[in-house]
């Protein structure tokens, strides 16, 4: 991966600098913030700016409204961020147009402006290349700090930092690029993967890429029972992905063929349908009936992540074991976190399931890093280059 310039390469003090932040934060019927750790998350970058004296404009969408909708306003957010940083911050009528650009223009320094949501203009996911412009002009330097976002060629994330340069990372996109760096470029070996979920058609780039890296990979998740069924067994009417059946086959001969351990679940909780009211039983892999479904790993299958990851010196950790969701099968994904907590090894999760049952096993601080971001992760761990970075300055080694 290019290196990509970072905020200390260059100078903020007393500047317009336009912040890409990613402030899509949950907001229940009224109007109240639900969690606002990615506005934690972006206070040193603010922080710093601030400490510098900068002009700080900050931008970002909030949900999908379809045009404006003062329901998806950024309102809530302004309130709880001059909370956090002991100042006021002003939203912004809008994010682009005269009025917006005569507020920018006023600011002092160390001011705080929050542009209202980006997605009130359908211009942003269409990343349109005029509205980036007008974004564009409101700065004199760009910071990508929306991991959560990065996946999105969207025009505030992809092409805003074309036009506005400098156009360099924020501290905790800077952070999340690091750890998966140490994760998965040049990692201390072994390093072992742990995949869950539901859908391997969701997940195949990233088993795909992932196979060619680690040294041992465990499916879990309904995912495992494709791989089962590929190989020929029985697995009941559990979750499968008939037409990925060869290519389950063929992942299983490529682990073969590199030397790549790649283990499945050897127990399940399995029941009749997904509801916490089933009966339930715990089976080996063989001996999953007819009408039944496997919706956690058992207890073996824990001692087996507790095996496998025994001499790990980095494990990678995305996707529930089970329906984690409800408690007769949240057990296996909330055992795996314990047990990933507790490892020596760099440990490093991402997805939005996989950090909610990270919160829900209580064992989020015993994380090496929890990736603020599901899909961009993901696009990470598949392998592929984020939109986000494409335009920032490359760093001159
Ligand atoms: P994904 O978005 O692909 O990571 O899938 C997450 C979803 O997979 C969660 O909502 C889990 O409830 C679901 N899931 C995990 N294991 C199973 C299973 N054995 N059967 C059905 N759904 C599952």
Known sequence: MLKKKTLRDVPVNGKRVLVRVDYNVP??????????????ESLPTLEYL??????????????????????????PVAKRLSRYLNREVKLAPDCV?????????????????????????????????NFARELAQLGEVYVADAFGTCHRKHASVYLVPKFLKPAVMGFLLEKEINYFEKAMVAPQRPVVAILGGAKVSSKLEVIKNLIRRVDKLFIGGAMAFTFLKA???????????????????DLIDVAKKLGIKLYLPVDFVIGKEVSDSTPT???????????????????????????????????????????????????????????????????????GDTDHAIHKAGVYHSFDFVSTGGGAFLELLAGKELPCLVNLDDEVV
């Open 281 to 351: 039983r715990v089976v080996p892999w063989q001996e999953i009936p007819e009408g039944w479904m496997g919706l956690d790993i058992g207890p073996v299958s824990v001692r087996l992540v507790e095996e496998i990851i025994s001499d790990a010196q980095t494990i990678v950790w995305n996707g529930p074991m089970g329906v984690f969701e409800l408690d007769k099968f949240k057990h296996g994904t909330i055992e795996v976190a314990r047990l990933l907590a507790r490892s020596p090894a760099l440990t490093i999760a991402g997805g």
């Open 97 to 129: 147009g005269e009025e917006v650009k005569k507020l920018v223009e006023g600011m002092k320094e160390g001011e705080v402006v929050l542009l209202e949501n980006l997605r009130f203009h359908p211009e942003e996911t269409a990343c349109d290349e």
């Open 27 to 40: 907001i229940d019927e009224r109007g109240n913030i639900v969690d606002d750790t990615r506005i934690k």
């Open 231 to 249: 190989m020929g067994y029985n697995v009941g009417s559990s979750l499968v992905e008939e037409e990925l059946l060869p290519t389950a086959r």
């Open 50 to 75: 601030l400490d510098a004296r900068a002009r700080v404009i900050l931008m970002s969408h909030l949900g999908r409204p379809k045009g404006r909708d003062p329901r998806y306003s950024l309102a």
